[in-house]
Nanobody
């Protein structure tokens, strides 16, 4: 079992930045495939960015060039740096994890561990 705790959400104006963090409780953190998803009420949860243990990362087209993803295996922590935020980035952001071998980075069904979420609100 992996317990995930997100932090760093908040309210910013368009063009601003936020950094989300996700801490995982596990002794095998480096083996985890990790991702950030986001969801707004009434819509499907969508993949934002994902990263493997070797730090290979992938991003949704909507955030490429604005968001960066990194992981600190010594601290069991995943980071999502969000720059040039826009109102359409407003959502609840969830951290997700999986020990799966084959990788479907932005597919929500791939991940079987989820955090409780942190709210990001971007005003125009």
């Amino acid at each position: 079992q992996v317990h995930l705790v997100e932090s760093g959400g908040g309210s910013v104006q368009a063009g601003g930045s936020l950094r989300l963090s996700c801490v995982a409780s596990t002794n095998t953190y480096s083996k985890l495939r990790l991702a950030w998803f986001r969801q707004v009420p009434g819509k499907e949860r969508e993949g934002v960015a994902a990263i493997r243990g070797d730090a290979t990362a992938t991003f949704a087209d909507s955030v490429k060039g604005r968001f960066t993803l990194s992981r600190d295996n010594a601290k069991n922590t995943l980071y999502l740096q969000m720059n040039s935020l826009q109102p359409e980035d407003t959502a609840m952001y969830y951290c997700a994890a999986s020990y799966g071998v084959a990788w479907s980075p932005l597919l929500k069904n791939y991940y079987n561990y989820w955090g409780q979420g942190t709210q990001v609100t971007v005003s125009s």
